[in-house]
């Protein structure tokens, strides 16, 4: 019922910057926090960045500085601008909604299909 759908990765030179973009869409009562993880090669999943629905952000440390994450409420979308990009951040980027689609139901954690982003050196 619930979809979300990521753009924007690809393929840059290290240095160079990417902006992620995910928009929820389907039946959608509300949408609470939002955000993004990445899965690198032979590595587990792991938190970049969160955001909730008022705008309180939190990164993982190896992203503070760099990365951006930030949303327009009113398209249910969230962003992810990516500067300064290191080889590391190479990875499978996968954004991640938390959904409410009735008043009857709980909030349910929806996930992307995810995003191929590549840098390289």
């Known amino acids: 019922q619930v979809q979300l759908v990521e753009s924007g990765g690809g393929l840059v030179q290290a240095g160079e910057s990417l902006r992620l973009s995910c928009a929820a869409s389907g039946s959608i009562l509300s949408v609470n926090v939002m955000g993004w993880y990445r899965q690198a090669l032979g590595k587990q999943r792991e938190l970049v960045a969160s955001?909730?629905?008022?705008?309180?952000?939190n990164y993982a440390d190896d992203v503070k500085g760099r990365f951006t994450i930030s949303r327009d409420n009113a398209k249910n979308t969230v962003f992810l601008q990516m500067n300064s990009l290191k080889p590391e951040d190479t990875a499978v980027y996968y954004c991640?909604?938390?959904?409410?689609?009735?008043?009857?139901?709980?909030?349910?954690?929806?996930w992307g299909r995810g995003t191929q982003v590549t840098i390289s050196s």
């Open positions: 955001i909730t629905f008022g705008g309180s952000t």
């Open positions: 991640t909604a938390d959904v409410r689609t009735s008043v009857w139901d709980r909030m349910t954690n929806y």
